[in-house]
């Protein structure tokens, strides 16, 4: 089976862009989540999506906002861009029950200037 | 306020000898842990996880260590090789309703050398 994938692999903004991140889950599984890290904060949850509803939603701002398709693939979206939202992002798939092991994608570094 | 704590951001051992790496907990609601490796730029790699209702569970050259009552978990790596060097990190998830249960709550993570 194919892995998660996640595109693209880098990307650089301005501040106040937007940028939209996609994310192939691998076959069969349900859920996608979605994490940002960073060297202050770690690994911190975004959200999670299952069949196209967002199931659970981490603090952060209204800015970051995600959605999934009908074929499970899901993309977020990054509003107003500032210099803290640069980090790497990755995006996770499972099949969407607990107890569950997400597998995570080779993630998105997005650097804004 | 930090659920999942990872003490010690590194770790040096020798090539052969054993890699034990902590990790505590306060959220007694989390039932299903996971160690993930981790190299720069890329995504984590699962390794092993445990179920709250076992106490060990074990994969080749790695086994993971449950302790409810103490809230702690180790992972045990034997005998580690220089291909293990890396950032291991801790995470787990919640039973529970509301949608705490879809998520990973991961502790800061503990760069693991392996020297040869």
């Known amino acids: 089976k194919a892995g998660v994938t996640q595109t693209p692999r880098y990307l650089i903004k301005t501040r106040g862009q937007q940028v939209t991140l996609s994310c192939s889950p691998i076959?069969?599984?349900?859920?996608v989540s979605w994490y940002q890290q960073t060297p202050g904060q770690g690994l911190q949850f975004l959200f999670e999506?299952?069949?196209?509803?967002?199931?659970n939603k981490g603090n952060f701002p209204g800015r970051f906002s995600g959605r999934q398709f009908s074929n499970s693939r899901s993309e977020m979206n990054v509003s107003t861009l500032e210099l803290g939202d640069s980090a790497l992002y990755l995006c996770?798939?499972?099949?969407?029950?607990?107890?569950?092991?997400?597998?995570f994608g080779p993630g998105t570094r997005l650097l804004v200037l | 306020d930090q659920q999942v704590k990872q003490n010690s951001p590194s770790l040096s051992v020798q090539e052969g000898r054993i890699s034990i790496l902590n990790c505590d907990y306060t959220?007694?609601?989390?039932?299903?842990f996971l160690w993930y490796k981790k190299y720069p730029a890329e995504g984590p790699t699962f390794l092993i996880s445990?179920?709250?209702?076992?106490d060990k569970n074990e994969d080749g050259r790695f086994t993971v260590f449950l302790n409810k009552s103490a809230k702690h978990l180790s992972l045990h790596i034997v005998p580690s090789q220089p291909g293990d060097s890396a950032v291991y990190f801790c995470?787990?998830?919640?039973?529970?309703?509301?949608?705490?249960?879809?998520?990973?709550?991961f502790g800061k993570g503990t760069l693991l050398t392996v020297n040869p």
């Open positions: 996770a798939s499972s099949p969407g029950q607990h107890p569950e092991t997400q597998y």
């Open positions: 076959s069969g599984h349900r859920s």
């Open positions: 999506y299952f069949s196209e509803t967002q199931r």
């Open positions: 959220n007694s609601m989390f039932d299903y």
């Open positions: 445990i179920s709250s209702i076992k």
């Open positions: 995470a787990a998830s919640a039973r529970g309703s509301g949608g705490s249960n879809y998520k990973l709550t």
